[in-house]
C-alpha cells in the first residue's frame, strides 16, 4: 500500500512526547565482568581464556547490572532467578515510569494505555499490574503485557502504541520496557551462545510516552510515528530465543544473524519505505538495535549505511551493553536529547528480535 507523504500526513500521526531510561545501581567494567564470569563458569570447565576471547569481541566497555558480583556467585534455579527479576524489574519500572511522568508533567491518572515488554522474565500478576499499585493509575486503565518479543520488542512495542493511538487519537500511552538479561546467564552451559551472552548483555529500563495526533501534547517536538511494518522470516525458529530448562531460560543464538540482517534486512527497508515514495537518502537517523558488532557491521554493509550511520548504537553499546528491548528505546532517548536531528528529517528506527522477525518503524521530526 502507499502512503506517499505530505505535511498532512506527519500532523495526524501519533508523536514521541517524552522518554526515560534507567539503569541498576551496580556498575561493572567489562574486566571486572571477565573475572566474575571465570567463577561462575568454573564448574562448566570454561577456561579464562575463551572468555576473554568473547568478552573483548562484544565491544562492551562497561555495564549495569541487576545484582551485586555475590549475587550472580549464589543465584541458580529458575525460582531464585524468578524472585530476583520481579524485585528489580518492579523498582526499575517505577523508576522510568516517575522520571517519564515528572518530566513531562503527566499526572499518571491520565494515561489510558500502559504496554510493558520484556524477554528476561515473567511474572503473574504480570509486572504492569504491580506497577499499578505503585503510580496512580486510573482503575481503567488498559494493560498490554507482551513477553517474548526479545530484542525486537522496542521497536514492535512503539509501532503497536501508535497503532493502538490511531484508534484513540486524544489519549495518551506508554511503552515501558524493562530487560535484566545477567539473570538468565547459565552457569553450567558452555555453549559459545551463552557465553557470548554473558559478555554481550546488560540491564535496563526505557519508558516512551506516546500522544495520540489529536491530543494537545503531540504538538511537541516529536518525532511523530509515520508508519510501521512488521517483518517475519519463516522456518528461523531456532535463530534466537529461549530453550526453557529447569534452571532458567536458555540462550538459543545462531550465527546466521549478521547474514540475515546483511541478506534480508535491504530489501524490506526498501519497500517499507518505498510505500513513502522515500528511500535510504532520505532517512537521516537510523535508530538501530545494536545487537553486537558483528550484526552492526551488516546492517551496515546490507544498507550501504556510511560508517558513522551507527555511532550512537555503537556508543550505547559500548557504555551499556546489549539490553535486548530497551536498547532501541535508549538509542531513541539519546537522539532526542543529544543529536536533536531537524525539523521535518526523517528516522527509521529498528530492530530484530527471535522467529526470527523484525519491526520497522518510520519517524519525522
Not at 494537545?216 to 517536538?221: E, S
Not at 544473524?257 to 526498501?270: H, I, K, W
Not at 531513541?332 to 529498528?350: E, V
Request: charged content about 20%; aromatic content about 6%; glycine content about 10%.
Amino acid at each position: 500500500m502507499n502512503h506517499l507523504w505530505t505535511p498532512s500526513t506527519a500532523h495526524a500521526a501519533p508523536a514521541v512526547v517524552g522518554t526515560s531510561t534507567t539503569l541498576p545501581r551496580h556498575h561493572y567494567r567489562q574486566q571486572d565482568l571477565l573475572d566474575l564470569a571465570a567463577e561462575i563458569f568454573a564448574e562448566a570447565s570454561v577456561s579464562t581464556q575463551d572468555l576473554a576471547r568473547f568478552f573483548t569481541r562484544t565491544g562492551v566497555h562497561e555495564r549495569f547490572l541487576a545484582l551485586p558480583a555475590d549475587g550472580y556467585r549464589e543465584l541458580d534455579g529458575f525460582a531464585a532467578r524468578s524472585r530476583a527479576w520481579i524485585e528489580v524489574a518492579t523498582e526499575l519500572g517505577e523508576r522510568a515510569l516517575r522520571e517519564l511522568l515528572d518530566e513531562a508533567e503527566v499526572p499518571p491518572a491520565e494515561i489510558a494505555e500502559l504496554m510493558t515488554t520484556t524477554v528476561t522474565g515473567i511474572a503473574v500478576p504480570t509486572l504492569d499490574a504491580r506497577l499499578m499499585n505503585r503510580l496512580p493509575f486510573s482503575p481503567a486503565l488498559k494493560r498490554v503485557p507482551a513477553f517474548g518479543l526479545g530484542c525486537v520488542g522496542g521497536a514492535a512495542g512503539i509501532a503497536r502504541v501508535a497503532d493502538y493511538l490511531r484508534g484513540h487519537p486524544d489519549e495518551l500511552a506508554i511503552l515501558l520496557a524493562v530487560e535484566l538479561c545477567s539473570l538468565t546467564v547459565q552457569r553450567s552451559d558452555a555453549s559459545i551462545a551463552n557465553i557470548i551472552c554473558a559478555g554481550l548483555f546488560g540491564d535496563g529500563a526505557a519508558g516512551v510516552l506516546i500522544a495520540g495526533a489529536e491530543h494537545p501534547r503531540a504538538r511537541g517536538l516529536g518525532p511523530r510515528i509515520l508508519d510501521s511494518r512488521s517483518i517475519f522470516f519463516p522456518q528461523t525458529e531456532r535463530v534466537m530465543g529461549w530453550d526453557m530448562v529447569d534452571t532458567g531460560f536458555k540462550i538459543v543464538l545462531s550465527a546466521d544473524v549478521p547474514t540475515l540482517a546483511r541478506t534480508e534486512l535491504p530489501g524490506a527497508v526498501d519497500a517499507f519505505l518505498g510505500d513513502w515514495g522515500l528511500a535510504r537518502g532520505d532517512i537521516a537517523t537510523w535508530v538501530t538495535h545494536p545487537g553486537g558488532p558483528k550484526v552492526m557491521d551488516a546492517i551496515e554493509q546490507g544498507l550501504g549505511l556510511a560508517s558513522d550511520a551507527l555511532r550512537a548504537a555503537r556508543d550505547g553499546l559500548a557504555a551499556l551493553g546489549n539490553l535486548s528491548s530497551a536498547s532501541v528505546l535508549f538509542l531513541l532517548d539519546a537522539i532526542r536529547r543529544d543529536a536533536r536531528p531537524q525539523p521535518g528529517a526523517f528516522g527509521l528506527l529498528m530492530a530484530m528480535g527471535p522467529a526470527f522477525c523484525a519491526e520497522l518503524v518510520l519517524l519525522q521530526w
